[in-house]
């Protein structure tokens, strides 16, 4: 069965710190991959995407992610966070037609 | 602001009610999926709507769950008899057909919370 596995339920780091964000998915069939952040009392919004092409795939905040397909990997990092990226990242997997599964979200907390 | 939106995003209901959700999705989009989050996990894929038609439905909607969307536009999800494990955030997600590709990104309304005593 497909899965999602976020390693890590919660991230303490640092403002300027380095962060890794892990995901981790199985499946039999190929897939496209999404990570999502969520903001106190808000809706999930869309942080970048892998359909295809290029491995590497960035957001326009200064996040992102690389696909490895031979350890089921799509790791979300950023080099230098804020306080504002407090929040909860969901990574998640579409494997063709409709279906999204997501991951049980990691929460990364900045601290100053 | 036209983006996705749920009413009402606070229910607080006594065990054995019935309660109703609304979301109202972005205008152009085909597609309309609703998802559960309980504590500490993941959305869930509850259901989804091609236009006014339910195209799938999760093994987790059992039959007190029902779900509509009447001319392709607005939906309602409807819990019958209420129970303790109901209590959860229900968001919506709209998104456009998915013949235009993989990429067609779902747009999450802010949800609506739902608190069974």
């Known amino acids: 069965a497909q899965s999602v596995t976020q390693l890590d339920s919660q991230v303490p780091v640092f403002e300027e710190a380095p962060v890794e964000l892990r995901c981790n998915y199985s499946?039999?069939?190929?897939?496209?991959l999404f990570w999502y952040v969520q903001y106190p009392n808000q809706g999930l919004q869309l942080l970048l995407k892998y359909l295809s092409g290029s491995t590497l795939v960035e957001s326009i905040n200064g996040f992102e992610a690389e696909f490895n397909k031979s350890q089921t990997s799509f790791h979300l990092r950023k080099p230098s966070v804020h306080i504002s990226d407090t929040a909860e990242y969901f990574c998640?997997?579409?494997?063709?037609?409709?279906?999204?599964?997501f991951g049980a979200g990691t929460r990364l907390f900045v601290k100053a | 602001d036209t983006g996705v939106s749920q009413n009402p995003r606070h229910k607080i209901t006594k065990r054995g009610q019935n309660v109703t959700f609304r979301c109202d999705p972005i205008s152009e989009h085909n597609r309309l999926y609703w998802y559960r989050q309980t504590l500490g996990q993941g959305p869930e894929f509850l259901t989804y709507f091609q236009n006014e038609a339910q195209l799938e439905k999760s093994r987790l909607l059992s039959d007190r769950f029902s779900a509509e969307r009447p001319k392709g536009s607005f939906s309602t999800l409807e819990i019958q008899r209420t129970e303790q494990g109901d209590s959860a955030m229900y968001l919506c997600?709209?998104?456009?057909?998915?013949?235009?590709?993989?990429?067609?990104?779902?747009?999450f309304g802010p949800g609506t919370r739902l608190t069974v005593l």
């Open positions: 997600a709209s998104s456009l057909d998915a013949d235009r590709g993989p990429d067609n990104e779902q747009f």
């Open positions: 499946s039999s069939v190929s897939v496209y």
């Open positions: 998640a997997v579409k494997m063709g037609g409709f279906k999204t599964i």
